[in-house]
């Protein structure tokens, strides 16, 4: 399908001997959007309760992905983003969940944000009158990042786009004893393809995202990247991964390693509902294989398990 090499080769061990590796299971990383029992299930993106996540990572498992990145709010949201740190809250059973049926053989990754969890939907906090509250929100991100990793987080996501996050949220784990959890900040364009993804966790902003980046100033997004990893960022999280490919080798040229997420405007833009119910994910495997070749660790996206099925009839 992909394949450049001349026809003789098509078919014959020489040429799959020089192709490049496919797209793999093991490449992908399936993104869990966790609702409330209570919650409507009818949402434009899927969602997932608590105690459904066991079986979905026992599911995932099974078709090869080890992996899962996990998106969680709270219903009582409040000026100061208090759920952000409750050690009941929706976020810490999620990652409980996850890690129940196969512990350390799953790894869990989670959204580390205010946007879940703040009255205005901003992923950051602000004063009596209305400001931006930088360093508040920051303090506030590291110790949310400090309770998820005690939850079990093995690499936790801030995605306000702050500077100075990384280097708190580094600060914050290694004083709660948390040196082996990772960091995967968020770096993420401004783009009209985050809208399932809000309405479905009820985090329309109601002041923008002042933070994103711009898709016109490229230079500011890996002048973010180096500064990121900079303050110990592991690996840098690239949004949308589709409008943003072209980063993707110049922040692993830079030494950098990249995580793209193919948000949810790609999900329900690029793949089909079939007869069946299942949805048909070609177009998305095309665009993943561009990324793997571009040089991405691995592909964060929902539609992971239907593609690892995909991949497993192959
Ligand atoms: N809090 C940042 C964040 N976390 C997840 C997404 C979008 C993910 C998606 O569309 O799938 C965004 C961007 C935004 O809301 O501006």
Redesign the pocket.
Known sequence: MLNSAPPRFMASAAGAYLAAPPLSPEDLTM?LLVRQDKDSADTP?PTVTVGEIPGVVRELAAVGIHSVKI?AGARRRDRLASGALKKDSLMVRAIGAAKEPLGSATTVLT?T?L?GYTDSGN?YVTNGSGMIAERRSVEAIAAQAAVQAAAGADIVGP??MLPGCTEAVRSALDEDGHGGVGIMP?L?FSSS??????STMH?E?RDG?PH?ISPFQPSAALASALQMTREGADVVLL??ALASADLVPALTGAGIKVAP?S???E?LSLTRVQADGTRDCTALVEVYQMLKRSGAVRIIT?AARDIARVLHRC
Do not use: K
């Open positions: 993104v993106m998106f959204e944000c946007c992923c995605a306000a968020h993420i393809l985050y809208q399932g993804f809000r985090a902003p995202r994103q949004e949308p997420f948000v949810s405007g999900y929902y």
